[in-house]
C-alpha cells in the first residue's frame, strides 16, 4: 500500500509537503493547462522524494450532460488530459462522478457510456482511471448509483471517505464498502463534522474509521491524504493514521 498527498496544481507545494510520502496527486485542468506545467521540475521533485505521480483531472467539469455534442466534447477534453498525464507517467487520473443532473435517471446510461469512453482514453494512455463519490455535491451521483454505474463499466473507484461520510454519514461508509469495496483502487482519506466541515486531520471530525478497518484492513491500493493544509506534520500524522486503519487485521 502506497500512502500519497494530494498536492492541488502546485509544483511549490509539492515540492514542501511530499518528502515522505510515497505519491503526489496533481490537480491539472481548468486553470491548469497541463502544457503549462514544468514537467522537468516534477520530475525532479518527485525523484528527490522517491514518489510516484497520480493526477486528478478537472473538479468542475461533469461528465454526462444530455447533450451528445458537448459530451463528445467532455470525452475529447480529458482524453487530451489523461494523454499527458501518460507522458508524464502518472499511474492513476481521479475522475469526479457527476452529471448535469445526477438524480436524472435517463442520464444514467449516458454517465455509463462517457465513462467508458474516458476509461478506454485512459487505458490506451496506460494510466488507470478511478472514479470517486461526491455524492454530497450539486452534480454528484448517490453513492449506490455511482457504485453500481462504476461495476457495469468495470471501472475502479477512488473512494473518498470524507465525501461518503458527509453524504450518508458512516452508514454510508459502511454500505459503499461493504457493496462495491472490491471496486476501491485508490483512498481520498480526511476527517469531516456533519455541520459541514471536511477535510480535516484524521481525530479531528467525527468519522468512525473503524468501519473503514471493518471492510478495506490489509487494502493493497493507493491511498492520498487530502487535508486542507500545509502543516506537514498534521499531513504525516493523517498518513500514519490511515495506515493503522488499513494495516489492522481486524
Not at 500500500?1 to 502546485?10: A, C, E, F, K, P
Not at 515540492?15 to 515522505?20: A, L, M, N, V
Given at each position: 500500500?502506497?500512502?500519497?498527498?494530494?498536492?492541488?496544481?502546485?509544483l511549490?507545494?509539492t515540492?514542501?509537503?511530499?518528502?515522505?510520502f510515497?505519491?503526489?496527486?496533481?490537480?491539472?485542468?481548468?486553470?491548469?493547462?497541463?502544457?503549462?506545467?514544468?514537467?522537468?521540475?516534477?520530475?525532479?521533485?518527485?525523484?528527490a522524494?522517491?514518489a510516484?505521480?497520480?493526477?486528478?483531472?478537472?473538479?468542475?467539469?461533469?461528465?454526462?450532460?444530455?447533450?451528445?455534442?458537448?459530451?463528445?466534447?467532455?470525452?475529447?477534453?480529458?482524453?487530451?488530459?489523461l494523454?499527458?498525464?501518460?507522458?508524464?507517467?502518472?499511474?492513476?487520473?481521479?475522475?469526479?462522478?457527476?452529471?448535469?443532473?445526477?438524480?436524472?435517471?435517463?442520464?444514467?446510461?449516458?454517465f455509463?457510456?462517457?465513462?467508458?469512453?474516458?476509461?478506454t482514453a485512459?487505458?490506451?494512455?496506460?494510466?488507470?482511471?478511478?472514479?470517486?463519490?461526491?455524492?454530497?455535491?450539486?452534480?454528484?451521483?448517490?453513492?449506490?448509483?455511482?457504485?453500481?454505474?462504476?461495476?457495469?463499466?468495470?471501472t475502479?473507484?477512488?473512494?473518498?471517505?470524507?465525501?461518503?461520510?458527509m453524504?450518508?454519514?458512516?452508514?454510508?461508509?459502511?454500505?459503499?464498502?461493504?457493496?462495491?469495496?472490491?471496486?476501491?483502487?485508490?483512498?481520498?482519506?480526511h476527517?469531516?463534522?456533519?455541520?459541514?466541515?471536511?477535510?480535516?486531520?484524521?481525530?479531528?471530525?467525527?468519522?468512525?474509521?473503524?468501519?473503514?478497518?471493518?471492510?478495506l484492513a490489509?487494502?493493497?491500493?493507493?491511498?492520498?491524504?487530502?487535508?486542507?493544509?500545509?502543516?506537514?506534520?498534521?499531513?504525516r500524522?493523517?498518513?500514519?493514521?490511515?495506515?493503522?486503519?488499513?494495516?489492522s487485521?481486524?
Open positions: 500500500m502506497d500512502v500519497g498527498l494530494t498536492v492541488g496544481d502546485s511549490e507545494r515540492e514542501r509537503t511530499i518528502e515522505g510515497d505519491l503526489a496527486e496533481l490537480s491539472v485542468g481548468d486553470g491548469t493547462d497541463p502544457d503549462e506545467i514544468d514537467v522537468g521540475q516534477l520530475e525532479t521533485i518527485l525523484a522524494a522517491d510516484d505521480l497520480c493526477v486528478h483531472l478537472p473538479f468542475k467539469q461533469v461528465v454526462a450532460t444530455p447533450v451528445p455534442e458537448i459530451n463528445d466534447a467532455i470525452v475529447d477534453y480529458l482524453s487530451r488530459l494523454e499527458w498525464a501518460g507522458t508524464a507517467d502518472a499511474e492513476k487520473a481521479v475522475l469526479h462522478g457527476t452529471a448535469r443532473n445526477p438524480h436524472d435517471t435517463d442520464l444514467r446510461p449516458v455509463a457510456d462517457q465513462l467508458e469512453a474516458i476509461g485512459a487505458a490506451d494512455a496506460d494510466v488507470e482511471l478511478v472514479v470517486e463519490n461526491v455524492g454530497h455535491q450539486k452534480r454528484g451521483l448517490p453513492l449506490t448509483v455511482l457504485g453500481d454505474l462504476a461495476r457495469e463499466t468495470e475502479a473507484v477512488c473512494f473518498d471517505v470524507g465525501h461518503a461520510y453524504e450518508d454519514g458512516d452508514d454510508g461508509v459502511d454500505r459503499f464498502c461493504s457493496r462495491y469495496g472490491d471496486l476501491v483502487s485508490h483512498l481520498h482519506v476527517d469531516a463534522r456533519s455541520r459541514g466541515d471536511t477535510h480535516l486531520p484524521i481525530g479531528a471530525g467525527e468519522i468512525d474509521y473503524g468501519v473503514v478497518t471493518d471492510h490489509g487494502f493493497e491500493g493507493t491511498v492520498a491524504v487530502e487535508v486542507f493544509t500545509d502543516d506537514v506534520t498534521l499531513l500524522d493523517t498518513a500514519r493514521r490511515a495506515r493503522t486503519v488499513l494495516e487485521d481486524s
